[in-house]
């Protein structure tokens, strides 16, 4: 049985454990140089740091994660720097590009583990130098060990929120400000349902009195106003929960709202996505143990949906035992599918305290640029609105009209903002705007064409 496995964060690493477990050795791609996803990426080749102090709090399974990562790479088909840009499912077949030469990968199952990417709302003045999201932010200090800046202001909400801003102080950077958009009502508010996952809860709370502490400018409830600068950033300018404006200084800004599902290569694979109301995004749809829809498709981790680190090592598993288990195998999973049931009434509660802000979105100001790879602005996407150029509420007509989400990052970056503000204008709810289809490739590759190499 010819199995892949593309990805080899928390998810992929466990889904490939249990396969060689069971005797199958699969063909493993990732497009980094090395395992670990973003949440436990390691430093390159010659660059060493302990790991209390690049992961922090969440060491221990780190540390674990690399062990099983490190085994499993050696009785694997493992192939690092490797991008699968295509996935052709009639064929089965994965598309892919490593060291310049295209390959093909044929599969009989793929399980399909491609994580999150930073979910942002677009503010004015986003595009200076200066501005990276929070992940970006924090894969600079965990690869590289530097910053952003020396002054950083982090805005956005979520757990990475704090997570970052903590990490940058611990590292030694002067940190701003850390401005939150979530009402510390909302937080409130989901706290009962939060004490479902003590030790995440426990954690979050260390870090906010952390920065306290140490007198860091914390706001909760705030409307971001513009990041300022000429030719870089300067500063941050944003209103607070009771209306007066502040002003921060700073020499880069960090920016996030959450997390969004990798889920391309799900999409080229024929599996159909759903509007989860509760993470506001649109997921691939699978069963409680992976099984999309599509005959040997199999999704698990945080690009089948957003669940965190412990829940994609859980479901990575999850789904290389329901592979097995279709191909004629035994296998236990009743304390499987129970741990992976209450952690997911954790991350509901997670969800409820840390809400995407639509209403920031679609009420961003004309002159505002939502679209970088374009250089749109809000004005020009609601200007598809009038007359009879829509005839429906869809974000893919308005990409024809306007060219948002054409672009290098194909709406991965400015797609959700789009469908906010879209909806918005056209007064109806964002689920019916739509998503931005996947297309082909799913990240750029070079033009001219590589010798094909054809992998059995």
């Not at 920065?211 to 513009?226: D, K, M, N, Q, Y």
């Amino acid at each position: 049985m010819k199995v892949a496995v593309v990805g080899a964060g928390p998810a992929g690493v466990r889904a490939v454990e249990a396969l060689l477990a069971a005797g199958i050795r699969p063909v493993w791609i990732d497009e980094a140089m090395d395992g670990g996803g973003r949440i436990y990426q390691r430093p390159p080749a010659g660059m060493r740091r302990d790991a209390r102090t690049l992961y922090g709090f969440e060491a221990a399974r780190a540390t674990a994660l690399h062990a099983a990562l490190d085994a499993a790479k050696a009785r694997a088909d493992w192939r690092p720097e490797t991008l699968v840009w295509n996935i052709h499912p009639g064929r089965q077949q994965l598309h892919t590009l490593s060291a310049g030469r295209q390959g093909v990968v044929e599969y009989d199952a793929a399980i399909l583990c491609t994580g999150a990417m930073d979910r942002v709302v677009p503010v004015k003045g986003w595009t200076l130098p200066g501005v990276t999201t929070m992940g970006g932010a924090q894969i600079a200090l965990k690869s590289q060990g530097c910053g952003i800046g020396r002054h950083v202001a982090f805005l956005g909400s979520g757990p990475l929120l704090w997570l970052v801003a903590y990490q940058y102080a611990k590292a030694g950077a002067q940190v701003a400000a850390v401005l939150d958009t979530t009402p510390l009502a909302t937080k409130a508010g989901a706290a009962p349902g939060m004490l479902r996952g003590p030790a995440t809860f426990a954690k979050g709370l260390y870090y906010v009195g952390w920065l306290r502490a140490r007198g860091v400018c914390i706001a909760e409830g705030v409307t971001p106003l513009a990041i300022e600068g000429e030719g870089s950033v300067s500063g941050i300018r944003w209103r607070d929960a009771k209306g007066v404006e502040h002003h921060a200084g700073c020499d880069a800004v960090g920016i996030g709202w959450g997390l969004k599902p990798e889920a391309q290569l799900a999409d080229l694979a024929g599996v159909p996505f759903d509007f989860d109301s509760l993470q506001h995004n649109w997921v691939p749809r699978r069963d409680a143990a992976g099984r999309a829809p599509v005959k040997g498709i199999y999704l698990a981790g945080d690009g089948s949906g957003i669940g965190g680190a412990e829940v994609a090592e859980l479901a990575g598993a999850r789904a290389a035992l329901a592979l097995l288990q279709d191909a004629g195998h035994k296998a236990e999973t009743t304390a499987l599918d129970r741990k992976l049931e209450k952690l997911a009434r954790f991350r509901a509660a997670l969800e409820k305290a840390f809400p995407f802000p639509a209403h920031l979105a679609a009420a961003l100001p004309d002159d505002a640029v939502f679209c970088r790879c374009e250089n749109l602005t809000v004005g020009e996407l609601r200007a598809t609105t009038a007359g009879p150029q829509i005839p429906a509420p869809e974000v893919n007509r308005a990409k024809a009209i306007s060219r948002a989400g054409m672009g290098r990052c194909q709406g991965r970056v400015c797609g959700a903002a789009a469908a906010e503000i879209l909806a918005a204008c056209l007064g109806c709810g964002v689920a019916e705007v739509g998503r931005l289809r996947g297309q082909a490739p799913v990240k750029p590759i070079p033009l001219t064409p590589p010798p094909l190499v054809t992998t059995p």
